[in-house]
């Protein structure tokens, strides 16, 4: 049977509402036993590191594979794949383009998060960042939270022109900024914060509002840390998985946090939205499930 390719599944992954719906429906799933991902593998490769993904429910089996490579530049960071199969006979639903699941399932992770803890979900928005997961989480954030009034910060003039382009074809209208000292005053007045970038080092500086949103989605290894300890030390935290975040949260493990004031997000999805006092910072790292929860949505009309 011919795979179906990723080519005419991709607009249904940009609706970031019903996907971020659709990670919080595999959450459930995974509560009740009825969803399944183990830890990821890593294996470091030159340069970078080859990660291997597997997830599946009761209807759908997925298994994504990709490479990251921070120090890229004429070629994407992140290359790969991720193979769809039908969970019950084994057979090759198609496959999806991994720079693009792991762009807009992250999004629509942060979304979901924002939809259940930001204070003030309409911004404005400052992403730190001008590669595929600033773009993703502008166009989520705009999409999801009718937020529009976006900045995009980073340090290549040509890279944030180039993602604000990007976005405007989508009808997400940024405006770009290359100056750290215009950062840091714009994320100090804002209500939402993205950061999204390799850096190995914290990229916002601890001067943000009381009651700000964070979601700190670029670094994925324990020596990496975008956000500074001071801001993890006095914020209520947050993480899309805990066990997955115990080993690679960089931002919570240089900070020292004691896992007992982390709660994953699972926890806050149903009832009335958990807004604690103080900035709230949720850490996503990634997994298995949030694959999952794009081909879900990606082959729906198989289901």
């Known amino acids: 049977m011919p795979t179906t390719t990723v080519t005419p599944l991709v607009a249904s992954l940009f609706d970031y509402l019903a996907l971020s719906d659709a990670v919080a429906d595999v959450l459930r799933a995974r509560k009740a036993g009825e969803a399944f991902a183990p830890e990821r593998l890593a294996v470091p490769v030159p340069g970078g590191v080859l990660l291997c993904m597997p997830a599946a429910d009761g209807a759908i089996a997925v298994v994504k594979t990709i490479t990251v490579h921070p120090g890229n530049r004429e070629r994407p960071v992140i290359q790969g794949e991720v193979t769809v199969l039908e969970a019950g006979t084994g057979e090759r639903l198609g496959s999806l383009d991994g720079p693009t699941v792991t762009a807009r399932r992250t999004a629509a992770v942060s979304l979901l998060a924002a939809r259940r803890l930001a204070r003030e979900p309409g911004g404005p928005l400052v992403i730190i960042g001008s590669g595929v997961q600033a773009r993703g989480h502008a166009a989520a954030f705009w999409q999801g939270l009718g937020v529009r009034e976006i900045v995009l910060c980073g340090r290549d003039v040509a890279r944030l022109d180039a993602a604000a382009k990007e976005l405007a074809a989508l009808g997400v209208t940024v405006t770009v900024t290359a100056d750290p000292a ?72 240089r ?49």
């Open 182 to 253: 215009e950062r840091d005053r714009l994320t100090a007045r804002a209500g939402l914060v993205v950061t999204a970038t390799t850096s190995p080092e914290p990229v916002l500086a601890d001067n943000v509002r009381d009651d700000v949103f964070v979601a700190a989605v670029g670094s994925f290894t324990p020596q990496a840390a975008e956000l500074p300890a001071s801001l993890v030390e006095r914020a209520s935290l947050f993480v899309d998985d805990m066990a997955a975040a115990k080993v690679e949260a960089g931002d919570y493990l």
């Open 255 to 303: 900070a020292g946090v004691d896992w007992r004031r982390v709660t994953p997000l699972e926890d806050v999805l149903d009832g009335a939205p958990s807004r604690p006092a103080g900035p709230i910072v949720f850490k996503s790292v990634g997994h298995a499930l949030f694959d999952l929860a794009a081909a879900r949505q990606a082959f729906s009309s198989r289901r």
